[in-house]
């Protein structure tokens, strides 16, 4: 009999490739998407620090212009964090939609594998019963011999 050879195999080759392209691209994606929360915490601490240290300025003496550049200095930190949140949640949804690629190439890939198991399955299931039926043959003729020779 012939060996196995499942016709889909060029497909399947196909669909893990695309299946491992996903990956790294989903992969790049969570990646972009920690750094931007690293960077989005940074800011925030920035801004927390600059808010603590107006708060101990205020409480000691200093001049009304500091208090002005301080100010100022929360606010430009304000509008970048805010930026930077928006940078963020476009990264979230670029990670989401990549493992959403992802997770339809795996699905595609996963039925072409099932269909091969299948096959594999079902061949080796007609080999078991050839082999079976040869060693039923094997055992009619020499049972044959055994009552002939007697």
């Known amino acids: 009999m012939k060996p196995f050879a ?34 989005l915490a940074e800011a925030m601490r920035e801004l927390e620090d600059a808010h603590q240290a107006l ?26 964090c805010e930026q930077l949140a928006k940078v963020l949640s476009e990264a979230v949804a670029f990670a989401h939609a990549k493992h959403a690629t992802l997770l339809k190439a795996r699905m595609k890939r996963e039925v072409l594998s ?6 594999m399955n079902e061949y080796l299931r007609i080999i078991q019963a050839k082999e079976e039926a040869a060693v039923d043959d094997l055992i009619i003729v020499r049972h044959g011999r055994g009552r002939a020779d007697s």
């Open 114 to 119: 099932r269909l091969k198991q299948k096959k």
């Open 55 to 80: 708060f101990q300025k205020r409480s000691a003496r200093f001049h009304p212009g500091d208090q002005a550049l301080y100010l100022n200095a929360i606010g430009n930190q304000k509008n970048a």
């Open 6 to 39: 499942f016709n889909l195999e060029a497909v399947l080759t196909v669909r893990t490739r695309e299946e491992q392209s996903a990956t790294e691209s989903w992969a790049r994606a969570v990646r972009e998407q920690t750094h931007a929360q690293q960077v």
